[in-house]
């Protein structure tokens, strides 16, 4: 993705597919219903975000509370949803798509108005089938890790794709010691400070981070449906995220004309993390419409089929017997003087060792910049369930 969607999306087209058209004539933008709603082939609890906006610049857009939703199909099945947090609608069963059966979202606010999407269905299937990393060198000339995917693909008349992608990488810090400084409040009710054993993990840290691009592919100019060595992401060499251990779970969705345009216009609108809060100066319109009244909606409801495969690997797989990344901060170790006091207080610093001999106006202890001695200020400490050294 380039700016992240936070959804995937799959419709299948009945007829002929109109270009989307952006509208300048923006009308009434107060409470402009924002929808944020798959449903995938994955047997679970299904979810549908709602949210509200009112001015296409706001940077965080209002939650949607009390909304009433559900999923009709055209058998005759109805999917209820109940809000679970704000904004959050999840289904009242675990439920999965099924090709062959179409779908349409209706959503009623507690103003009283309804919105409901088109029918919408699973539009065939389309697994990954490797992802791999290379050393590259890219376009701009800098060289590191190209992370790649092969596809293989069910349906014939597939022709586009979208990806998401979630990584981790492990943290060391570099000037990580056993002891640390404690801050706590002394018998003059004023802020004191000591140096205890450390008895967390703070020395080995893992960071998660989503993808926040649109990242979309095509086959229409192949002879064929599947995507050979199409690349998702590029880390350059010199991103200390790669120093040690990485990981990627790659995401795929197969999706229509439609669905692919709709995201290419979101995708050239769009700035910031959350696409939808600044879509300017006009409008992208969606799969879904008010029923018993004219205001506009942003978003698309999405029917999809997902594939997801994951790849680890060390710096040294790529690089071997070359120096690591450089750490993201300056790890300079120092003394500090009796000024900086409240850097230890408020946990700007690391304890690193004692200075036996500090120098008038500096305090007996070696110290460096928190991140260096601290994993737990870039990530958590805590080892995600698949990891695998």
Same mark, same amino acid.
């Given at each position: 993705?380039?700016?992240?969607?936070?959804?995937?999306?799959?419709?299948?087209?009945?007829?002929?597919?109109?270009?989307?058209?952006?509208?300048? &004539?923006?009308?009434?933008?107060?409470?402009?219903?924002?929808?944020?709603?798959?449903?995938?082939? /994955?047997?679970?609890?299904?979810?549908?975000?709602?949210?509200?906006?009112?001015?296409?610049?706001?940077?965080?857009?209002?939650?949607?509370?009390?909304?009433?939703?559900?999923?009709?199909?055209?058998?005759?099945?109805?999917?209820?949803?109940?809000?679970?947090?704000?904004?959050?609608?999840?289904?009242?069963?675990?439920?999965?798509?099924?090709?062959?059966?179409?779908?349409?979202?209706? *959503?009623?606010?507690?103003?009283?108005?309804?919105?409901?999407? +088109?029918?919408?269905?699973?539009?065939?299937?389309?697994?990954?089938?490797?992802?791999?990393?290379?050393?590259?060198?890219?376009?701009?000339?800098?060289?590191?890790? $190209?992370?790649?995917?092969?596809?293989?693909?069910?349906?014939?008349?597939?022709?586009?794709?979208?990806?998401?992608?979630?990584?981790?990488?492990?943290?060391?810090?570099? !000037?990580?010691?056993?002891?640390?400084?404690?801050?706590?409040?002394?018998?003059?009710?004023?802020?004191?400070?000591?140096?205890?054993?450390?008895?967390?993990?703070?020395?080995?840290?893992?960071?998660?981070?989503?993808?926040?691009?649109?990242?979309?592919?095509?086959?229409?100019?192949?002879?064929?449906?599947?995507?050979?060595?199409?690349?998702?992401?590029?880390?350059?060499?010199?991103?200390?995220? *790669?120093?040690?251990?990485?990981? *990627?779970?790659? !995401?795929?969705?197969?999706?229509?004309?439609?669905?692919?345009?709709?995201? +290419?216009?979101?995708?050239?609108?769009?700035?910031?993390?959350?696409?939808?809060?600044?879509?300017?100066?006009?409008?992208? !319109? $969606?799969?879904?419409?008010?029923?018993?009244?004219?205001?506009?909606?942003?978003?698309?409801?999405?029917?999809?089929?997902?594939?997801?495969?994951?790849?680890?690997?060390?710096?040294?797989?790529?690089?071997?017997?070359?120096?690591?990344?450089?750490?993201?901060?300056?790890?300079?170790?120092?003394?500090?003087?009796?000024?900086?006091?409240?850097?230890?207080?408020?946990?700007?610093?690391?304890?690193?060792?004692?200075? &036996?001999?500090? $120098? /008038?106006?500096?305090?007996?202890?070696?110290?460096?910049?928190?991140?260096?001695?601290?994993?737990?200020?870039?990530?958590?400490?805590?080892?995600?369930?698949?990891?695998? /050294?």
């Amino acid at each position: 993705m380039k700016k992240k969607a936070g959804f995937l999306v799959l419709i299948i087209v009945m007829g002929c597919i109109e270009p989307f058209e952006i509208k300048n &004539e923006v009308a009434d933008l107060e409470a402009l219903l924002v929808v944020e709603a798959i449903l995938t082939d /994955e047997m679970k609890i299904q979810t549908v975000l709602l949210s509200q906006s009112s001015s296409f610049s706001a940077e965080v857009p209002l939650i949607e509370t009390g909304a009433t939703v559900f999923i009709d199909t055209d058998n005759g099945d109805r999917y209820t949803f109940t809000e679970q947090s704000e904004g959050r609608y999840t289904s009242n069963e675990v439920f999965a798509v099924n090709e062959g059966v179409a779908y349409q979202l209706h *959503i009623t606010r507690t103003s009283g108005e309804t919105y409901e999407s +088109r029918m919408v269905s699973l539009a065939g299937s389309s697994k990954i089938d490797r992802v791999y990393g290379e050393r590259v060198t890219n376009e701009e000339g800098e060289e590191g890790i $190209g992370i790649f995917i092969d596809t293989e693909t069910a349906s014939a008349a597939a022709r586009f794709y979208r990806y998401n992608y979630e990584e981790t990488y492990k943290i060391i810090a570099p !000037n990580w010691a056993p002891l640390r400084f404690n801050v706590f409040v002394n018998d003059l009710n004023e802020r004191d400070f000591e140096v205890v054993v450390r008895e967390e993990e703070q020395r080995v840290c893992y960071n998660t981070v989503r993808s926040n691009t649109i990242i979309q592919a095509d086959t229409k100019d192949l002879t064929g449906s599947n995507l050979s060595r199409f690349q998702v992401r590029f880390i350059n060499r010199n991103d200390f995220i *790669i120093s040690y251990r990485y990981s *990627i779970l790659v !995401n795929q969705v197969l999706q229509t004309t439609e669905a692919a345009e709709f995201f +290419r216009q979101l995708e050239d609108f769009s700035s910031t993390d959350n696409v939808f809060s600044n879509v300017q100066p006009g409008f992208i !319109n $969606g799969n879904i419409s008010g029923v018993n009244n004219d205001r506009l909606t942003l978003g698309f409801f999405s029917v999809v089929s997902v594939s997801e495969k994951r790849l680890f690997f060390n710096y040294e797989d790529f690089f071997p017997d070359e120096p690591l990344p450089p750490f993201p901060f300056e790890c300079r170790v120092y003394t500090p003087s009796a000024m900086s006091v409240a850097d230890i207080l408020d946990n700007r610093v690391s304890y690193v060792g004692e200075n &036996e001999d500090p $120098g /008038e106006g500096l305090l007996p202890y070696l110290v460096t910049f928190r991140p260096c001695g601290d994993c737990t200020a870039l990530g958590s400490s805590v080892v995600p369930d698949f990891w695998i /050294e």
